[in-house]
């Protein structure tokens, strides 16, 4: 190559180089405008948080008048089937296990359909449509409230539902708040302790309406919650994240998304293990228990229900602040930890006072998925699911052990109360052991923040 005089050897005034005294003066004023657009994004979103939190808070209004529609039966339906059954306590926990199972193999093939179709076309129709159904099921229980298929169907579906509005729920906060984990753990909690607050009002009323009037207010209060979500509810899920549903979407296995990566895995190993002590769960257990143990009525359940109900929204205002204080990790541990020991109170209760003091240990453990659900659309949007298709994924992955968790705790409850075993307490030290191996599942997926 022949160069000119201008051109030496060491090419410092090569006319085809950019000099670098103008390319640092170039990423310095890049790096500028970078901060200046992230401060100006920031500052949006600081200006949007209160209308997010706005909207997130209507969404957990919605979430509560559903729950008081749901939980107004809960201290009514168990002694209407143990009527039913002329009074046999085991033959009722069986007939409830199977509506319970009956009502999650619905889920394994629900769960993932509406979970796909909420990332298409938005989270306000299908919030409107689970209290619907529920309206139209709880009433036909009202015309035949002493018809054990009637009570089947109702609870089958109906028990269905009740993640057919949770799930796009859960789906609008991730909506609202995935650009801030910790702030959608907050309102994760706070959603519990507006399900709590719902939890704790319908069995009030449920317990004093007893029987077929029960069913007859709740389903009046379910059509208020579609209103409701109509009138006050707006749509969080924008055009540009809307995922297009397929037919080849319906996989009654859609879980299996949720375990190609070793820390989601791991998580979803933790929230199954948790399940199996979620409220929605061991209602019936907690019914049969206090028939049996205690030998509670109708209006005795109604107010044990409305306690939990209390706990619930009680430890969905101490969740928020324990995760605003330590952060979604340490409130996983010490939910977990508060859980199984409330598990394990409650499974040596034999009196009152001790059944209602291990509720106020439940208080501290309500809400310890809350952490645990965050991380999960965390890392399951890095496996480009969407957000409610990630809800969905575990909701079919929790369908398939709600298949096997009310035939397995009714029939541990008939065997460790039948043939001369008096061991009532025993579902709940199980719950209190799976509850710390979710613990160890959750330490084992190490999330990061």
């Not at 003066?25 to 949007?48: F, V, W, Y």
């Not at 209004?61 to 143990?82: E, K």
């Not at 719902?198 to 009037?213: E, M, Q, V, W, Y």
Request: net charge positive; with cysteine; proline share 4%.
């Amino acid at each position: 190559q022949v160069r000119t005089p201008l051109q030496p050897a060491f090419g410092l005034f090569d006319q085809t180089r950019t000099p670098r005294w103008r390319v640092r003066r170039c990423q310095k004023s890049e790096a500028a405008m970078q901060a200046a657009r992230d401060q100006e994004s920031g500052a949006t979103k600081a200006a949007e948080d209160p209308k997010l939190e706005e909207r997130a808070r209507k969404l957990c209004i919605a979430a509560a008048f559903m729950m008081t529609a749901v939980t107004m039966v809960v201290p009514t339906r168990a002694p209407m089937v143990l009527q039913i059954k002329k009074g046999d306590a085991a033959l009722t926990a069986r007939a409830m296990g199977l509506m319970s199972t009956f009502a999650a193999i619905i889920e394994l093939v629900v769960n993932p359909i509406l979970g796909k179709l909420s990332d298409e076309h938005g989270r306000k129709f299908f919030l409107m449509m689970a209290p619907a159904v529920n309206a139209f099921l709880h009433s036909l229980v009202v015309l035949k409230p002493m018809s054990l298929p009637m009570q089947f169907i109702d609870r089958m579906i109906s028990g269905s539902m009740i993640f057919g509005f949770a799930a796009p729920a859960q789906a609008a906060l991730a909506d609202l708040f995935s650009h801030d984990p910790q702030k959608l753990g907050v309102w994760t909690a706070g959603y519990g302790m507006y399900f709590g607050l719902g939890a704790t009002i319908g069995p009030l009323i449920g317990s004093k309406l007893g029987g077929a009037r029960s069913f007859f207010f709740s389903s009046l209060t379910f059509l208020a919650a579609m209103l409701y979500v109509q009138t006050s509810f707006e749509e969080t899920l924008s055009e540009s994240s809307k995922k297009k549903f397929k037919f080849s979407d319906i996989n009654p296995v859609a879980f299996l998304k949720l375990f190609k990566e070793k820390t989601l895995t791991m998580l979803s190993c933790a929230t199954a293990l948790q399940s199996f002590g979620d409220y929605v769960n061991i209602y019936d257990i907690n019914n049969l228990f206090m028939m049996k143990v205690l030998n509670y009525g109708p209006s005795q359940i109604g107010n044990f229900a409305m306690t939990v109900g209390l706990t619930q929204t009680a430890g969905g205002f101490v969740s928020k602040e324990v995760i605003k204080k330590v952060g979604l990790k340490q409130f996983t541990l010490f939910a977990n930890l508060m859980w199984a020991i409330g598990m394990s109170t409650m499974g040596t209760a034999r009196t009152t006072a001790h059944a209602f003091f291990a509720l106020f240990l439940w208080t501290f453990g309500h809400q310890r998925n809350s952490g645990v659900s965050t991380y999960m659309q965390k890392y399951g949007q890095k496996q480009d699911m969407g957000k409610a298709e990630i809800i969905a994924a575990n909701g079919n992955l929790l369908a398939y052990i709600k298949v096997l968790i009310p035939l397995f705790y009714s029939n541990l409850f008939a065997w460790a109360t039948s043939n001369g075993r008096n061991m009532p307490g025993l579902p709940y030290f199980v719950i209190s052991t799976l509850t710390m191996l979710s613990q160890i599942a959750f330490f084992a997926a190490a999330p990061q923040d």
